[in-house]
């Protein structure tokens, strides 16, 4: 609490200061200056202090004043220290903003720190800033075309830019990064002449490894060195993730515990004292840390292994807890900021998890009839579950429904790649001189191809993984039951279990089976952001009419009690009205994908991936989705799907003469009234999101409508819907309805009419 409060302080200090011109200039303490806060910190936690030690004095006869008044003795000055040393973090980033300042990035020299990150804009690493006398200037976010190795030493022409402010930015800053520096062109990348014998020997087990080579060899490489790069860019990475099994691949308190247990045998039969084999262990354990980058996670379970080890040789208990409470408060001060690392917060909140619930869990599971040792290991993943789904579901949006299984099957593989693995690419690095050193990496490579296979196998199994929107209050209401399940220990008879289970399994069966067989009618523009998705629903026939830019349009399907879709119609290929497809095919079985005539020819190739074969439509063409009939007015003759006026346009009526609603993709008010085809409806779905030329008084006196929705996300960069087409609409009595204020917009059919319904209040 005393990091965050102070950190988070520090960075809106930070960007108020920049923004003002004048790094470290004055800011108020709502505007977000860290040094009241820091001040506020210290005294609360002397004043902590000071009530512990009067309690111990004063009330030690009371029951539980002596173990409060430990507790309180041990929390003021953690509170305190803590608060400070987070204060000289943040101005220790001012400094370093300011050494930056009015100074071209050509001057400096740029260290690269760690592995870098690629996606399809290029790489991005983290980077120390060096002066021409080789001192430490600053440490920046590096982005460049290509990815550059550990070590690395750059001379280049680039440009300097603030950190944005949002999530992205504050993850840089908590990091100690204080600006962006774009790589315009590499002047000269050299290694250092004096290197590390980590980084050396890193170097050579990569070398060995090879994991450009294949998804397996990249998998090896991210288990035995915690390098992820290439795995990150392979299927494999999206298998692992949508199991629930990412934390196998990244170097954590597992690997540790592992690594430590193999190191503990060797060093078993040396006949060492026990204080020796204790110090060798742990700077064997430290070195292996640096060996793997030095994650968060990692440093977590090094100091824990340390206190574990310190206690014993004081001839005291290790006790978990106090070991994982030590470790988050000596993080804490030597790197404030890692407070907001998320690998740190998942890795600390699932062993917290695991210590107080994982026996109970265990327990429960073994009174239901499973086998101690299944018990065991299903209580560790359920409680890192319930521990972590709240901070993650937020932030990715997804949880894995075949994470317990997942973990069950691939835990052990994954284990033994890893026991394997370590002294295999050992040997492979000694004999690479030989020649022969791929031989030895046989099985480790068989092991791998197994975990990946198991990954990919369980996650092709449909809703392996769903998509969830959950805000605080569901990470509240998480924790809540965490605490309310340690307070009340139960004993649950199986009866009981029974109950509860039947009740669960009954209302998720009468959910689906509403939503699947008895959905009513109805035509839901779905809010997906600057994208179209429109669902065409009746009982259980379903008509997905274009599919977003991304994800946001399985999510809503999800939202929206979909299951399966009958059929999608691409209007054209534009990557916002196809671009969350992918996605939907990989959550749910889809019928059919229907393209305008000639449209096909220009199918995406992440489409063309996955067996994707579209239909063919023309003017005329009808489909039926339960009681609606879908009739293609546009285009009139075959199109190549690239361009706006391709679009694919659909008069949707509901009945004979009932309730109707025109889809018009990205077709604008021109096209529209030329068609041959159109008459009055209710709703007018606006084309190209409500652009200027969407709609005009021809084409609203051709139509009539009652409503127009358009679909566009909130404070998108074009300026859609555009303020002349609201009131176009306006001046013609057209009520206006925009997902980015109302969410998704329901228009379901009834006797006379139809009824609009939003998700949110419009504002």
């Not at 689906?512 to 959905?519: L, V």
């Amino acid at each position: 609490m005393s990091s965050c409060v102070v950190m988070q302080a520090g960075w809106e200090s930070f960007c108020s200061s920049r923004e003002a011109g004048s790094v470290g200039a004055a800011v108020s303490v709502t505007g977000g200056g860290a040094e009241p806060l820091a001040a506020l910190m210290a005294v609360l936690g002397a004043g902590v202090l000071a009530v512990g030690v009067a309690m111990g004095v004063r009330l030690r006869h009371l029951p539980g004043a002596r173990l409060l008044s430990r507790w309180l003795v041990w929390a003021g000055p953690c509170i305190a220290i803590v608060a400070v040393c987070a204060q000289g973090s943040i101005w220790a980033r001012q400094l370093a903003w300011k050494s930056l300042q009015g100074v071209s990035p050509g001057s400096f020299t740029f260290v690269i720190e760690g592995d870098a990150s690629l996606s399809s804009y290029g790489a991005l690493a983290s980077a120390r800033v060096l002066d021409s006398d080789g001192g430490l200037v600053a440490k920046v976010r590096l982005s460049s075309d290509g990815a550059f190795e550990d070590g690395s030493e750059l001379q280049l022409i680039g440009r300097r830019e603030e950190l944005a402010r949002d999530a992205w930015g504050m993850r840089s800053y908590m990091a100690g990064e204080v600006a962006t520096v774009r790589a315009v062109r590499i002047l000269s990348n050299k290694m250092p002449e004096v290197r590390s014998p980590v980084s050396i020997m890193r170097d050579a087990a990569l070398k060995a490894i090879d994991p450009a080579a294949s998804d397996a060899r990249a998998l090896i490489a991210g288990i035995v060195c915690g390098r992820t790069t290439e795995l990150n860019k392979t299927d494999a990475s999206e298998a692992f993730s949508q199991t629930g099994t990412t934390h196998l691949v990244a170097v954590s308190g597992s690997h540790l515990a592992l690594v430590s247990a193999l190191v503990g045998a060797i060093l078993g039969k040396t006949g060492w004292s026990r204080r020796a084999c204790s110090a060798v262990l742990l700077m064997i354990m430290a070195g292996y840390v640096v060996f793997t980058g030095g994650a968060a996670s990692a440093l977590r379970s090094l100091v824990m292994v340390g206190a574990s080890l310190g206690s014993g040789l004081a001839g005291r208990r290790p006790h978990g807890l106090s070991g994982l409470m030590l470790s988050i408060v000596a993080l804490a001060m030597i790197w404030p900021g890692i407070v907001f690392d998320l690998g740190f917060q998942l890795s600390a909140a699932s062993v917290l998890f695991i210590l107080l619930m994982g026996g109970y869990l265990s327990f429960v599971l073994e009174r239901l009839g499973a086998p101690e040792m299944l018990a065991s290991a299903l209580s560790l993943t359920l409680c890192a579950q319930w521990a972590t789904l709240p901070l993650t579901l937020p932030i990715f949006g997804e949880a894995s429904l075949i994470a317990p299984i997942a973990n069950l099957l691939l835990g052990p593989p994954m284990s033994a790649l890893l026991v394997l693995g370590l002294p295999a690419v050992g040997v492979a690095m000694l004999l690479a001189p030989v020649g022969v050193s791929q031989v030895v990496l046989l099985p480790a490579i068989a092991l791998s191809r197994l975990s990946i296979f198991i990954a990919e196998a369980l996650s092709a199994i449909p809703f392996a993984s769903l998509p969830v929107d959950v805000g605080s209050k569901g990470q509240v209401v998480a924790y809540l039951a965490a605490a309310a399940v340690y307070l009340a220990w139960r004993c649950p008879t199986r009866r009981a279990m029974a109950a509860f289970g039947s009740s669960a399994l009954l209302v998720a069966a009468c959910h689906a089976a509403r939503w699947t067989w008895f959905a009513p009618p109805a035509v839901t523009v779905l809010d997906v952001g600057q994208g179209d998705a429109i669902l065409v629903r009746d009982g259980p026939s379903t008509l997905l009419v274009d599919a977003g830019v991304d994800e946001a349009t399985a999510s809503a399907l999800i939202r929206n009690g979909v299951f399966g879709i009958d059929a999608v119609l691409i209007t054209h290929w534009d990557l916002d009205h196809w671009g969350g497809l992918p996605r939907v095919l990989d959550l749910m079985p889809v019928g059919a994908v229907y393209v305008a005539r000639g449209a096909s020819r220009g199918i995406p190739p992440e489409l063309e991936e996955r067996s994707v074969v579209p239909i063919e439509l023309e003017a005329g063409d009808r489909l039926s989705v339960g009681g609606f009939e879908a009739t293609v007015v546009l285009p009139e003759g075959p199109v190549s799907g690239e361009e706006n006026e391709d679009s694919l346009v659909l008069s949707v009526r509901y009945g004979e003469d009932g309730f109707g609603v025109l889809l018009t993709g990205d077709a604008e008010a021109d096209e529209l009234v030329a068609a041959d085809m159109l008459g009055h409806v209710d709703v007018l779905k606006l084309g190209h999101h409500g652009s200027a030329a969407s709609v005009d008084e021809e084409l609203l006196d051709l139509l009539d409508p009652q409503v127009g929705v358009a679909s566009a996300g909130r404070d998108n960069p074009y300026g859609h819907p555009a303020a002349s087409t609201v009131e176009t609409l306006a001046d013609a009595g057209v009520r206006f309805v925009c997902t980015a204020d109302a969410g998704d917009v329901s228009l379901a059919p009834e006797e006379g009419g139809f009824v609009l319904g939003t998700a949110r209040t419009e504002g």
